[in-house]
């Protein structure tokens, strides 16, 4: 699955490799990024090394790594990420996504979540969680839009939002 390239509307998962990490910096670099997930934007050589680290997959081999930038096709362009960690014999997958400043409000993160959790339940997993905070509406209309919904969980200050097939 992590090497599945997926095609939406407007869009192309391409999964992750280093080489992206230059293009990657300058659609992360916005620090308001970080509002809601804390930390702040990494330089290309920071992102560099953690896209080594993400390539070359979990040091546990219960746990696979899959990661996908998004190209706009349209613009030609990089605009943001997908990524799934699946446990639990892949049954389980936590989903997160990003997508930089100057294309947001545009769909382009629902469009990539819904695609990555169609994914996800083609390959037959039967969990997807997500955690979002409370303060992210945009995040938690993606999380809908997704198919998952809002439990009563929250860990690190984040609500868990599930789907369970």
Known sequence: MKTTIVRTRRLDLVPLAVAHADEMARVLADSTLHTFIGGAPLTAPELRARYER????????????CNWVLRLRAEARL???????????????????????PW??????????????????????????????PDHTASAAVARASGLTPTDEEQDGEVRWELRR
């Open 54 to 65: 993400l390539t070359a997959g979990s040091p546990d081999p219960a746990v696979v790594w």
């Open 79 to 101: 605009t943001g990420t997908v990524q799934a960690t699946v446990t639990d014999d892949g049954r389980t997958a936590e989903i997160a996504w990003i997508v930089g400043t």
């Open 104 to 133: 947001q409000g545009r769909g382009l993160a629902r469009e990539a979540a819904e695609a990555l959790v169609a994914l996800l339940v083609d390959r037959g997993v039967h969990t997807v969680v997500a955690h979002v905070h």
